[in-house]
Each structure stands twice: as C-alpha cells, then as structure tokens.
C-alpha cells in the first residue's frame, strides 16, 4: 500500500513538472516584452502617456542633481571670491573665505569622480547586458 502511494504521488509530481515546469521556460524568452507592454498599457489607460523606462527616470534624476549640486558649488566659489576680496586683511576672513573655497573645490571633485565612477559601473554593466541578449540563451 505504501509503494503505491508513493508511486501515485510521485507520477502527480512529475506530471505537474511537465505541464507547469516547461510553460514557464517557454514565456521566460517573452518576459521582457510582456511587462513592457503591460506597463505601457498600464500607463495609457491611467493617462500617463506612455511609460518611461526606469533607467532613463534614474537617468535625469542623476541630471537634476548633478545641475544642483553644481550650481550650488558656482554660489559657494563666489561666496568665497567675494569674502576674500572684502577681507581687506583681516586674518579671520581670508581663513573663512580660504576653508569656504577649499571645501566648494574638493565637495565638487568628489561629486564629479562620483559621477564618473557610477557612469563607469553602469557603462560596463549596460555592455555586459547588451552583450548577453545578443548572444541569446545559452
């Protein structure tokens, strides 16, 4: 009694293996495409036009912040510029106007070899991927 349970449960097993474990190999290769065209359906029908890809929204937002923090670091070299031409000698205002200057200058070479290292990683990672679908499966 106990073989043929087993033998019976096994045989459902590997029943639901073929009709369940290949559909899902067979619409791996359409994944891509499918959420793509749910999303973009998705964004119509709620009015949104048509969807954006989350890289590029990541992308303009790495933009947005970049233009920020430069112009903030622009507002900070003038500060310094203009405090250092008023100091008009005075020790305490040139070393105030020096530490501003010095801190605007290395606050942007660290946002810039930021930049430069994530578009780097991204670069690589975007090539890789590229690479990767076009060879096709293995």
Request: hydrophobic share 50%; proline share 2%; charged share 15%.
């Given at each position: ?18 009709l369940i ?49 430069g112009s ?9 510029g203009y ?56």
């Open positions: 009694m106990t073989l043929h349970v087993n033998l019976r449960i096994l045989s459902i097993l590997l029943l639901l293996y073929f474990g290949h559909t899902g190999i067979a619409y791996a290769a359409n994944l891509r495409q499918q959420i793509s065209g749910q999303v973009s359906a998705g964004a119509e029908t709620a009015g949104f036009g048509a969807a954006k890809d989350p890289r590029q929204i990541i992308g303009e937002v790495v933009q947005i912040a970049l233009g920020v923090t903030v670091f622009f507002v900070l070299i003038l500060m310094a405090w250092y031409i008023t100091a008009h000698g005075d020790d305490a205002k040139v070393e105030k106007a020096t530490k501003t200057l010095r801190g605007a200058i290395i606050g942007l070479i660290v946002v810039l070899m930021a930049y430069s290292i994530t578009r780097f990683v991204s670069y690589k990672t975007q090539e890789s991927l590229y690479q990767s679908q076009r060879s096709g499966p293995p």
